[in-house]
């Protein structure tokens, strides 16, 4: 049996959003520090350094991706101006942007889920299978 790798990095950013339609006090301007999870597997570790992806580089484009939403009202950024800045849309949108990345830095890791919380005690998680 194969085995593979998994690795995790962790980011936070601090915005602010309203949830359009949401009927509480959530549709409200509100902020959050946002946590950001990454996960990236492979089955085949880079043969010169035993390594699956550089966790120096994958935190790298981790935060070039999260950059773009610091500090930011999620709800003027072009992504969602037609939807909501939600933990769920916004998962998908960072596992979107970092997958064309991590792609571009190695052929030896696939991410394999970005999640997002606004509080440490719930999270909403992003993964194409």
């Given at each position: 049996m194969d085995g593979k790798w998994r690795l995790t990095v962790d980011e936070a950013f601090?915005?602010?959003?309203?949830?359009?339609?949401?009927?509480g006090k959530c549709e409200h301007l509100h902020g959050h520090n946002f946590g950001v999870t990454v996960e990236v597997e492979g089955t085949r570790l880079d043969p010169k350094v035993e390594i699956?992806?550089?966790?120096?580089?994958?935190?790298?484009l981790t935060r070039e991706v999260v950059a773009e939403l610091d500090h930011a009202h999620l709800?003027?950024?072009?992504?969602f101006r037609a939807s909501?800045?939600?933990s769920e849309n916004l998962a998908r949108h960072i596992y979107r942007a970092l997958a064309d990345r991590l792609a571009e830095l190695t052929p030896h890791a696939s991410?394999?889920?970005?999640?997002?919380?606004e509080k440490?005690?719930?999270r909403a998680t992003y993964l194409e299978e």
């Open positions: 601090c915005a602010s959003h309203q949830l359009r339609n949401y009927n699956l992806v550089d966790f120096g580089e994958l935190k790298r709800n003027d950024l072009e992504p909501n800045p939600s991410l394999r889920s970005v999640s997002v919380s440490g005690s719930s």
